[in-house]
C-alpha cells in the first residue's frame, strides 16, 4: 500500500487538516512528558489535528468528535467536550478551542452511575437541542430505561459533581439544586420501560430564579419513586448525570 504524505508543520502552536472528504491516521514523535506521543490516537478517522503550546493537542474526528491528549494541567483533556457535531478544532497555550454546528445537538458529558431499580433497571439521560439562558425552548432533557409506571423529577445545580452514595447509586449533583416539577410516570410496571423528558430552556423561562446563566456549567439528574427495592432502605432512585454548558 502506498501511502501520500499530506501536510508537516512544526511549532508552539499548529493545526493541520486532511483532505476534503478524507480521514487519516495520526503519527506523533518527540518531547514525551506528558503523553504528547505515547498517548497519540490510534486508528483511522481523523479529518483535523491542531498541536497546542502547552505541550496539549486536540483531534477531530469525521464523525464530529473531539478526542485530546497531552499535558492536562488546566483540564485540557480531562474537560473535553462530548458528543458530536465539531467542524473544527484549535489547541491554544492551556487551553483549547473548537466549532460546533449550531443545528446539531449539544454535546453533554455522561457522569456518575446510575441506581438500580426493583426491576433491575438503571435510567439513563441524555440531552438534545441547545441550552440557552435566554431561548424559551429547544432544549430537552431526556431519561430512558426507567422504571416503568414511576413518578420522578429532574434536578439540577451548578456547584459541581460528586458521587454521594444513594440507594445502589449516587446522588451525582452539588447541592443546592433545583428542580422540576413532579411528574407522571409511563410504561408498564416491574418493567424498564418507563422515560421523562423536560424542556429546561422552557423551565427557566418560566422560573427565572433557576435560569444558571451563560456560560454556567450545569449537572442533571432524574430521581424517580422505587418503593419495592428491596435492596436498599431507599425507596427513590436515581439516574447517571449529565453535565453540558449554557449558552448564551
Known amino acids: 500500500m502506498k501511502l501520500a504524505l499530506i501536510s508537516v508543520l512544526a511549532g508552539a502552536t499548529l493545526a493541520f487538516s486532511a483532505p476534503s472528504g478524507a480521514a487519516q491516521s495520526i503519527v506523533s514523535w518527540g518531547l514525551d512528558n506528558y503523553g504528547q506521543v505515547s498517548n497519540t490516537p490510534i486508528g483511522t478517522g481523523f479529518t483535523q489535528v491542531s498541536a497546542g503550546g502547552n505541550q496539549n493537542s486536540v483531534a ?19 474537560n473535553t467536550p462530548g ?11 492551556g487551553h483549547s478551542h473548537a466549532l460546533r454546528d449550531g443545528s446539531i445537538t449539544q454535546p453533554f458529558i455522561s457522569y456518575c452511575t446510575a441506581g438500580t431499580s426493583a426491576s433491575g433497571c438503571t435510567a439513563t439521560l441524555s440531552a438534545l437541542g441547545t441550552s440557552s439562558a435566554t431561548f424559551s425552548t429547544g432544549f430537552t432533557v431526556l431519561a430512558t430505561s426507567v422504571e416503568g409506571a414511576k413518578n420522578g423529577l429532574f434536578f439540577f445545580g451548578s456547584n459541581g459533581r460528586q458521587a454521594n452514595s444513594w440507594g445502589s447509586g449516587f446522588q451525582c449533583v ?24 423536560v424542556d429546561l430552556n422552557a423551565h427557566w ?28 432502605t431507599k425507596t427513590t432512585t436515581l439516574s447517571d448525570a449529565i453535565e453540558f454548558t449554557v449558552g448564551p
Open 205 to 232: 423561562a418560566a422560573k427565572p430564579n433557576h435560569n444558571p446563566g451563560p456560560g454556567a456549567v450545569v449537572q442533571a439528574q432524574l430521581w424517580y419513586r422505587d418503593p419495592w427495592n428491596t435492596a436498599t
Open 60 to 78: 477531530l474526528r469525521a464523525d464530529g468528535s473531539i478526542a485530546s491528549w497531552g499535558n492536562d494541567g488546566e483540564g485540557q483533556v480531562s
Open 83 to 93: 458528543g458530536t457535531g465539531f467542524t473544527q478544532v484549535s489547541a491554544g497555550g
Open 174 to 197: 452539588v447541592p443546592p439544586v433545583k428542580r422540576t416539577g413532579l411528574m407522571l410516570g409511563i410504561g408498564t410496571s416491574q418493567a424498564c420501560d418507563g422515560a421523562f423528558s
